[in-house]
């Protein structure tokens, strides 16, 4: 009996291990590339997120959303998609995408902009949105922490 | 005599118990006067205020009420402390909470921060805005399709499930393929 209670108060340790390891992860991008002057860096906190405006003031249904986001932050590159910059600032995205258990959830095209969102629950109220584009001229990662459901993040981009 | 002797000099050390103390005054209420004066004088005036009864009740009934008042003036500052102290332990739980999330907005441009609610609102705005453009684009086209929902199912099927409807029979589950066999 004694061993089973070992046996999971470990694997509860590692899972909350991981868990924090792999936040820190993006915390990580965050940090390297937020100083870095090619990029502008955005932080907005719960509290702030009063971001009715960003998703369309007169919706109530956005705001409901937004009202679950609990932190945003916004990294943006100006530089060519092919620059070496840009391969860099990916790479690191990508390593943090495979690293954790992200799941794609939605990908298109459009006019020379690619974009690609991904999604990880790390708790029952607690997902991690990433959403990220690329383009001839303008590179964007977005992160949203919060309660968000992805129909919630659909209806938010049909709108 | 020297048994005696031996708890009176216990009894000055304060080291006799009740029942050493009540032998102590049994002996010194049959001694006449002589040796033990002081002793035989002070548990003489010991017994004598035992006794002391309070003659006038309504003086005893006040300092009952008196001290039955104190008493609830007491509960009643304790409760209030409690009531006070719970208080302001919630006040300063709710600001500490407060004070650990961060609340801040702000935008590092070229290495420098400024701490604008607006501009960060709006760079992150722009920045969804032109994030999501490909994926708006790509849902408003698949609209449309909505529309197609019923069409999705073959017409060979459609034919076949609107006939058994038509003659009540409950064998939805089987499909007359014979029209798509004969194709």
């Not at chain 1, 916004?74 to 690293?99: C, G, H, P, Q, W």
């Amino acid at each position: 009996m004694s061993k089973l209670k070992d046996i999971s108060s470990l694997i509860i340790i590692s899972l909350f291990l991981s868990l924090t390891v792999q936040a820190q992860t993006i915390e990580k991008i965050f940090g390297k590339y937020s100083e870095n002057k090619s990029f502008r860096y955005v932080s907005i906190s719960k509290g702030m997120i009063n971001l009715a405006s960003l998703f369309g003031k007169e919706d109530a249904g956005n705001n409901a959303m937004i009202s679950r986001v609990d932190e945003m932050k916004v990294l943006t590159l100006k530089a060519k998609r092919k620059s070496n910059k840009t391969k860099a600032f990916f790479s690191d995205i990508e390593k943090v995408i495979s690293s954790a258990p992200f799941e794609s959830l939605m990908e298109a095209s459009e006019n020379g902009v690619h974009t690609k969102v991904y999604s990880r629950v790390i708790k029952k109220d607690k997902t991690d949105i990433l959403i990220f584009s690329k383009s001839d001229t303008v590179q964007h990662f977005i992160w949203l922490n919060g309660n968000i459901s992805v129909a919630e993040l659909q209806k938010m981009i049909k709108k | 005599m020297n048994d005696i002797n031996k708890l009176l000099d216990k009894y000055w050390a304060g080291e006799t118990n009740l029942e050493e103390e009540r032998i102590i005054k049994q002996y010194l209420s049959q001694q006449q006067l002589g040796a033990n004066n002081v002793e035989k004088d002070l548990f003489a005036g010991l017994d004598a205020a035992g006794k002391i009864h309070l003659s006038n009740p309504s003086f005893e009934t006040n300092l009952r009420t008196t001290l039955l008042h104190k008493e609830k003036q007491n509960h009643k500052r304790l409760f209030h402390i409690l009531t006070y102290s719970a208080a302001a332990s919630i006040i300063l739980a709710v600001g500490l909470f407060n004070m650990n999330q961060k609340r801040e907005a702000y935008v590092v441009e070229k290495g420098v921060r400024y701490d604008d609610m607006e501009k960060a609102i709006n760079c992150a705005d722009q920045a969804m805005s032109e994030a999501i453009a490909p994926l708006k684009q790509s849902m408003q086209s698949l609209q449309p399709i909505k529309g197609l929902e019923g069409s999705l199912t073959p017409s060979y099927k459609k034919n076949s499930l609107a006939k058994k409807d038509s003659e009540n029979i409950h064998t939805s589950n089987v499909y007359d393929d014979s029209a798509f066999n004969k194709r």
